[in-house]
């Protein structure tokens, strides 16, 4: 992680009586490492939707992610069932799931290209297209909203000189509202990448901006 | 430990864990009697363990309060084709947070929850469906789960049982209405979660076409404590129909939100006034929702007396649902949160049903323009008789849920979208 000082790692990030680390409330030090491939199938499905890093043009799929595919399978009884792990993995890969993406899919588990279109357009996660290296998605729901979630949305847009739904300039945002992210208690809920940051106010917004930008690399995803 | 605030108020046998990073860990879990529920269902056997759920009214955490034990006995008792399990850990419902915590700070306790309740309606596969954003929460999970793999408490020949059950971890993609345990099913199947017309049932016609139990992780979690302890013990909690402990969600403006783990009954303004430490900057109440945005707003007066349990809350006029309590001071804008919760409908109605598709997305639409102070009184009769055409004439309840909000405000809180209207009014003459 980068040095910039950064308030709010997390869960219930400076109320109550909190006295534990970001990684025991994340639970990073009991997870660890996640295996690339998978680990073992019964969590092959549970990976990523969202990283920083993405491959647009990277093949479905090859090395571990061929292996992880190949363990998602597994799961189900039939190949269709492995339809939203599979397009999860596609959008982890490349960053979005474009409708050429989608007709690849459709290849691998022998279903009709319309018909996972069809699918993967219901969904609200599958990006339909390219977005910055960090997806915020700011909770605006009713619990978030009455603590002044929309304030918070504002300011990631001022910070992140974006609009809603746009991709700013230098390539590394895209900010939206997001509908109820089961935080509640923990309001303003955000999502970034694959990680939550909780009891979110205004004012720690530029920090997290500048938290993000400085790290680059990605590891926050 | 605290977790972020605590209560003695409470009665924690569920969120023992939270707060505690070393709950996660297998050796922690046995060694606190973990997986002992689990060989003792094996030497029951089935039927006796759907017993023991049912002798403890144990009813359903999602929303809908049915009893479990008599949920899986619904299920063939000579399984002629495979059964499933699913969890629904798809937890979606505006307010409610209690999911994603148990499962992060204690997941052994689900993972033994589900198996115990697959090996009772005779499953061999089992599902854990988070909704898509839980990647933090399913990633522990994941790794619990290997851990049970590893350690024989999972896969098969579980405990040298001779019983195998798989469990898989599942992650949706980001839709509400898959917390809908038929449009669960078809998510799970690869398809677009939308809800199924009932019968058939789950129990006959389930995921894959095969029979299929649908338990919210809340419910499963409670299950090693009923199996260990049994039935009897667990209705030392709570009321009589509405047995055993429940968290609470709390959200808003109260000084302590968060979960807190009560016994079924708790009354309400004791939750809001002691547990939570009051109302936000010593503001006076104005509004609760008490079981998540599909259920109808209680005035701050409606509140006095109120119990929390399933009957209790209904007498009240409203519904428990999953006891995703939010609190809302004096200075809250009635309307705008009315029409937030609406937006949200509107955008996560599955568009199969014509009522929901259009009412929730002209519901919005009207009280967008009312917040606007372009709305007229006539308005709100549109919105009552949009709200009667979209209650009980759908797939599923999610129509209805929009509806619950909007008619029990318009019936609450009139005179604020009545001043709303007529601002705007005098603003278009002035």
């Excluded at chain 2, 900057?281 to 349990?309: F, H, W, Y």
């Amino acid at each position: 992680m980068s040095g910039v000082p950064f308030k709010n790692p997390g869960w219930a990030g400076n109320t109550g009586e909190f006295d534990l680390t970001e990684a025991q409330v994340r639970g990073d030090e009991f997870v660890g490492e996640r295996p690339k491939a998978g680990g073992h199938p019964s969590g092959a499905s549970s990976y990523p939707y969202m990283l920083a890093e993405k491959r647009p043009e990277a093949k479905l799929f090859e090395g571990d992610c061929q292996a992880r595919f190949e363990k998602i399978l597994t799961r189900y009884p039939n190949r269709q069932g492995a339809l939203l792990p599979t397009l999860a993995l596609a959008q982890e890969v490349r960053g979005h799931v474009s409708p050429e993406t989608m007709d690849e899919v459709a290849a691998l588990l022998g279903l009709a290209p319309a018909y996972v279109r069809g699918v993967a357009t219901f969904y609200t996660m599958y990006n339909k297209r390219p977005v910055g290296r960090f997806l915020v998605q700011v909770c605006t729901n009713i619990s978030c909203n009455l603590c002044g979630a929309d304030d918070v949305m504002e300011a990631f847009l001022r910070y992140t000189d974006t609009e809603p739904g746009e991709t700013s300039e230098d390539g590394l945002f895209t900010v939206i509202e997001a509908e109820c992210l089961a935080g509640c208690g923990f309001p303003t809920c955000v999502q970034i990448n694959s990680r939550y940051y909780e009891n979110v106010t205004p004012a720690d917004v530029p920090g997290i901006v500048e938290h993000l930008k400085a790290d680059r690399a990605g590891s926050a995803g | 430990m605290a977790y972020p605030y605590v209560s003695d108020r409470e009665v924690r046998l569920l969120s023992k864990g939270f707060g505690d990073p070393k709950a996660r860990r297998l050796d922690a879990y046995v060694e606190r009697g973990g997986y002992q529920a689990l060989r003792k269902a094996f030497g029951m056997g089935p039927d006796a363990v759907i017993d023991e759920v049912k002798a403890s009214g144990l009813r359903g955490r999602g929303g809908a309060g049915f009893p479990a034990g008599v949920k899986w006995s619904f299920m063939p008792k000579e399984p002629t084709r495979p059964h499933y399990l699913l969890c629904n850990a798809d937890e979606s419902e505006p307010g409610t947070f209690k999911d994603r915590e148990l499962i992060r700070w204690d997941p052994h306790q689900l993972i033994e929850g589900v198996l115990i309740a697959a090996y009772a309606i005779r499953a061999k596969q089992a599902y854990v469906y988070c909704r898509g954003e839980f990647f933090e929460t399913s990633s522990v999970l994941a790794k619990a789960l290997e851990d049970a793999y590893a350690g024989g408490y999972a896969g098969k020949d579980i405990l040298g049982s001779g019983v195998d059950i798989d469990v898989t971890v599942h992650l949706g993609g980001g839709a509400y209405i898959c917390g809908e345990e038929t449009a669960l099913m078809n998510s799970i199947e690869g398809r677009r979660g939308q809800p199924r017309v009932k019968p058939p049932f789950p129990a006959a016609v389930g995921v894959f076409g095969m029979p299929t139990t649908v338990n919210n992780v809340e419910t499963l979690t409670a299950v090693p404590h009923i199996v260990a302890n049994g039935g009897a013990w667990y209705r030392q909690w709570g009321t009589e129909k509405s047995t055993g402990t429940k968290l609470f969600c709390v959200s808003g403006h109260v000084n302590k939100p968060g979960n807190y783990e009560l016994p079924l009954g708790f009354p309400l303004m004791d939750l809001i006034e002691d547990v939570c430490g009051g109302m936000r900057n010593g503001k006076a109440l104005k509004a609760v929702i008490p079981g998540g945005s599909s259920v109808p707003i209680l005035t701050a007066a409606e509140c006095r007396g109120v119990n929390l349990d399933y009957e209790s809350v209904q007498a009240a006029g409203t519904m428990l649902g999953c006891a995703s309590v939010i609190i809302m001071d004096q200075d809250t804008h009635m309307v705008k949160q009315v029409r937030r919760m609406v937006d949200f409908y509107a955008h996560e109605s599955c568009g199969q049903c014509t009522p929901c598709r259009e009412g929730t997305a002209w519901m919005a639409k009207i009280l967008r323009r009312i917040e606007d102070g372009r709305g007229t009184a006539e308005d709100l009769d549109t919105l009552l008789a949009m709200s009667r055409q979209m209650t009980g004439t759908t797939i599923c309840v999610l129509s209805d849920s929009a509806a619950a909000p909007v008619v029990s405000s318009i019936n609450k809180f009139k005179d604020e979208y009545m001043a709303l209207i007529r601002r705007g009014e005098r603003a278009g003459v002035a």
